[in-house]
Nanobody, 118 residues
Framework: QVQLVESGGGLVQPGGSLRLSCAAS????????MGWYRQAPGKERELVAG???????NYADSVKGRFTITRDNAKNTVYLQMKSLKPEDTAVYYC????????????WGQGTQVTVSS
């Protein structure tokens, strides 16, 4: 059974930091592209950061220089280090695992709330 378990969300003041974690099971983790998405009320879900099986990364322009995505294949875990948080970062953050070859597999975590407010 595939499972993505997220942790690290919560309430933080503007300018603060949080680290989100997503632990995966039931997949060959090192073959998957991992990503963090977020969805704010009334908005569409958007990609925040992605990291490929070869550890290539990409980021939304709005978070470049502030967020860092990393993966630890030995722990089957992907992280999102968020710094200099802004109120507009407030959203539900979702972990995603994607594999594409001759077939595709796409999995999602349950989502974790990040609220940036004074």
């Amino acid at each position: 059974q595939v499972q993505l378990v997220e942790s690290g969300g919560g309430l933080v003041q503007p300018g603060g930091s949080l680290r989100l974690s997503c632990a995966a099971s039931g997949i060959i983790f090192e073959l998957y592209t991992m990503g963090w998405y977020r969805q704010a009320p009334g908005k569409e879900r958007e990609l925040v950061a992605g990291i490929s099986s070869g550890s290539r990364t990409n980021y939304a322009d709005s978070v470049k220089g502030r967020f860092t995505i990393t993966r630890d294949n030995a722990k089957n875990t992907v992280y999102l280090q968020m710094k200099s948080l802004k109120p507009e970062d407030t959203a539900v953050y979702y972990c995603n695992a994607n594999y594409r070859s001759t077939w595709t597999q796409d999995y999602w975590g349950q989502g974790t709330q990040v609220t940036v407010s004074s």
